[in-house]
């Protein structure tokens, strides 16, 4: 069932009658967040991350309020918190290739009218907040509508939504490994903190992931995006640093992305960057057909969070995993734990 969420429009609501989890104690504890998808009927271990991002909620059409993909599969994420009453859950409103950001923030009856459909999903589903995932502000590269105040008018949604939701919930955005798009400064206050989409940073033959810079690694590092962001002004407390749970191909592999589904058949060897400290898949030829992770390169991730003080660890998404959850354990054990 699809259902238009908007001001005027009753909400449905989850069957499980959850009370909302206030955020009572504003210090920077670590977090571990899992992007969880409408698509999928897999059920991540919700005792394995501190927060799950449910993916996607999308600007409507009238520019005036949220859609929610899947409303039952919402129900049943936020069901979850029966297991773990510390798990929050928040819905990301956007994804690749997700518009009508432009025109919504633009109008301010239109962002007020937005801003309020969001508290209106937080209190029909019983959710811990709101995620923005514009990808991205001033730009059309995912195919959707943008315009050159699009920045200024991220930071009036970001203000707009944080009056509309209170201190009681939580505000975060998901944002691209460089600093073009958003004006942190103006930003900051209203936001817990940025999900960085360390992530898809290049296809092969460079890694997409890649943790420091080697001649394959691209033209951006996770570390590098990360201190890119700090010398934008972004605090160490809201820096969460994103993991991809999948491999980023080139047009000549065949086979299965996710961690959770890799197989190699005979045709590829998978070799490590001890520089750049991922692996990944070479042909016979030795030429790079897929730039993934594995449980040494998250490992390597989780330690450098750990050593630079960052906020914590983000990946998309829980369903690319193994049936044994070997990533995720991985995640929570060297950061919780």
Not at 120 to 148: F, H, N, R
Not at 241 to 248: A, D, H, L, Q, V
Request: aromatic share 10%; proline share 4%.
């Amino acid at each position: 069932m699809s259902v238009m969420l908007s001001v005027s429009i009753i909400f449905v609501s989850c069957t499980s009658q959850i009370q909302h989890n206030v955020i009572e104690d504003q210090s920077p504890e670590r977090v571990v967040v899992g992007y969880v998808t409408s698509w999928s009927d897999r059920m991540p271990d919700p005792n394995l991350v501190t927060h799950l991002n449910y993916a996607f909620g999308h600007v409507t059409t009238g520019f005036d309020s949220v859609r929610v993909d899947n409303p039952e599969r919402l129900c049943s994420i936020v069901a979850l918190k029966e297991a773990n009453p510390h798990l929050k859950v928040l819905l990301s409103v956007g994804g690749w290739g997700s518009g009508n950001f432009s025109e919504m923030v633009s109008d301010e009856a239109h962002r007020l009218s937005f801003v309020r459909s969001c508290q209106k999903a937080i209190d029909a589903y019983s959710l811990d907040g709101i995620d923005i995932d514009w990808e991205y502000p001033t730009s059309s590269v995912a195919g959707i509508s943008s315009s050159p105040d699009d920045t200024k008018n991220f930071t009036l949604l970001m203000h707009d939504l944080r009056q509309a939701i209170g201190t009681d919930h939580l505000l975060t955005f998901a944002d691209y490994a460089d600093t073009t798009y958003v004006d942190y400064r103006s930003v900051l206050p209203f936001i817990d903190f940025i999900n960085l989409m360390t992530y898809d940073m290049a296809d092969p033959p460079y890694h997409h992931s890649a943790l420091f810079r080697s001649d394959i690694a691209g033209s951006l590092s996770v570390s590098e995006a990360i201190d890119h962001h700090l010398e934008a002004g972004v605090p160490l407390s809201k820096l969460v640093m994103g993991m991809p749970f999948y491999g980023r191909p080139s047009k000549d592999y065949k086979g299965q992305r996710p961690f959770g589904k890799l197989s190699t058949d005979g045709l590829y060897t998978e070799r490590w960057d001890s520089i750049a400290l991922v692996p990944y898949l070479v042909d016979e030829q030795g030429n790079m057909v897929l730039a993934l992770e594995n449980a040494t390169s998250i490992t390597h991730k989780c330690n450098y969070i750990l050593t630079k003080g960052l906020r914590g660890a983000m990946y998309w998404d829980c369903d690319d995993d193994d049936d044994s959850f070997t990533l995720s354990r991985t995640v929570w054990n060297l950061l919780m734990k």
